[in-house]
């Protein structure tokens, strides 16, 4: 089944979205993200994946690949790889992790995956696709979270709107 690509634009608020270019404006953020996507953030972050959980693929787990990759299509990123990884966790909890190349990295607890419905499931799926669609992951929100005041009090505010 091939999906069509959504328009996810008018999804945005548009607070949201400047928000976002204000937060990106900022020549530290700018500069940091940059350093971030050379260094290869992804991979180490992918590398913690593999050791703290399980990568899925689609023999594992067909109905979550399958789906994975149908959100993907349908918020424009279906021509990425991704990879799905699961983590033995009390804890309902997902993410996703992008750094505008490689594949993008789906993240579930094992808890998640029990507890929800196939629509629930694809409802977070969606949810944290959404993350990668609005290029959340270009904020490095480790780094913002740490600077104790060092940043414009309007930056919290963004980074509290974009949910991070």
């Not at 789906?106 to 629509?119: C, M």
């Not at 629930?120 to 669609?133: D, M, P, W």
């Not at 740490?146 to 919290?156: I, K, M, S, V």
Request: with cysteine.
């Amino acid at each position: 089944m091939t999906t069509a690509a959504l328009s996810l634009d008018p999804l945005r608020l548009a607070s949201e979205r400047r928000m976002q270019a204000e937060l990106m404006a900022e020549a530290t953020l700018t500069t940091l993200s940059g350093e971030l996507a050379k260094q290869g953030g992804l991979d180490a972050g992918r590398r913690r994946f593999l050791a703290e959980g399980l990568r899925v693929t689609e023999r594992m787990i067909p109905e979550l690949v399958a789906t994975a990759r149908e959100v993907l299509a349908a918020t424009g990123l279906g021509d990425r790889p991704c990879e799905i990884f699961v983590r033995d966790e009390p804890v309902a909890n997902a993410a996703c992790v992008d750094y505008g190349s490689g594949p993008v990295i789906l993240l579930f607890t094992s808890a998640i995956l029990e507890r929800l419905t196939p629509g629930e499931l694809r409802f977070v799926i969606g949810h944290e696709a959404a993350h990668a669609a609005f290029k959340h992951s270009a904020l490095p929100a480790g780094w913002l979270l740490r600077q104790e005041g060092r940043l414009a009090p309007q930056a919290g505010d963004g980074l509290r709107a974009l949910g991070v």
